[in-house]
């Protein structure tokens, strides 16, 4: 049985130090392992950004896509092999700016995917501009007087679009994190996890000891109850959107895969897709 080891290879991150995508890294790897799944059972799909190198960092199957179109990927690929764990990864420019109508289209199409987002509210890889996840008054190169855009909330958006997981974590609390990626894997649909993931070069606001100082933990209130998605609205409004934990999940939607009449357990390219002479001049048939 693989361990989180087994799940790493050779290539150093090239991110600053501190950045809080190690920790969503390491938890990424964790979760694998905890699950039982062996490197060749997993296929991570990534964008553009920072974060998007990930899919180069772990010892499994790896595609780094483009700019906001890890979504297509990740669901096309899980279509064909269905046996496959497939998890997307990507920054909150990429895939709640650019990869915006993707995500909400993933969402509502539920294929059985998870989508990882390091939101660390701010254009990093480009040295540090104003993201759909900044603050208003958030100051940057982009924004020198500060942001007069409302921050987008991924949360409330995922639960008005109908997601049946949606979950949230910091990057500084492993075991947390760790374990909410398992339940996104877990959950047969699709599954959006928000990871707050500091930038320490160009975030001087959102840092460490300020989600340390303002979000609150779900799983310490035992009255919770996720599977109520009007409590969850209402507990994500009151925190304005600050809270970790698993917010919300809906164990009886089915994902796609099951909707789909005929859909084969086997995977799409392990199944023998050859016909007989007779089947193709019958085919040809029906269109001349």
């Not at 701010?122 to 020198?144: A, D, H, I, N």
């Not at 049946?164 to 599954?191: N, P, R, Y």
């Amino acid at each position: 049985m693989a361990t989180f080891k087994d799940f790493r290879n050779k290539v150093k991150p090239n991110w600053c130090p501190g950045c809080g995508d190690f920790s969503v890294l390491a938890a990424m790897q964790r979760a694998f392992a905890n699950l039982g799944l062996e490197p060749e059972d997993v296929a991570i799909v990534s964008g553009i950004g920072c974060s998007g190198r990930i899919s180069g960092y772990v010892n499994a199957y790896g595609f780094h896509g483009i700019h906001g179109r890890a979504l297509p990927i990740a669901q096309g690929l899980k279509l064909a092999n269905r046996e496959l764990t497939v998890v997307a990864a990507g920054g909150d420019g990429d895939g709640f700016a650019i990869g915006m109508g993707h995500t909400i289209h993933a969402i509502r199409r539920n294929v059985d995917i998870t989508y990882i987002v390091m939101d660390n509210q701010v254009y990093g890889l480009t040295k540090g501009q104003t993201s759909p996840r900044s603050e208003m008054g958030f100051k940057t190169k982009s924004t020198p007087k500060g942001s007069i855009e409302a921050p987008l909330a991924p949360m409330e958006m995922a639960l008005t679009a109908g997601a049946g997981f949606v979950a949230q974590a910091v990057s500084s609390d492993l075991k947390q994190l760790t374990h909410i990626i398992e339940e996104g894997i877990k959950h047969k649909g699709f599954s959006l996890i928000n990871v707050y993931s500091p930038c320490v070069t160009y975030n001087k606001v959102n840092t460490y000891d300020w989600f340390k100082e303002h979000l609150v933990n779900l799983e310490k209130d035992e009255s919770y109850d996720p599977s109520d998605r009007q409590a969850a609205m209402q507990k994500l409004m009151e925190h304005n959107g600050l809270v970790t934990g698993i917010i919300y999940q809906n164990k009886d939607r089915k994902s796609y895969e099951d909707l789909i009449p005929g859909f084969r357990e086997t995977a799409l390219c392990k199944q023998d897709l050859k016909i007989t002479q007779e089947q193709f001049d019958k085919l040809v048939a029906e269109f001349a």
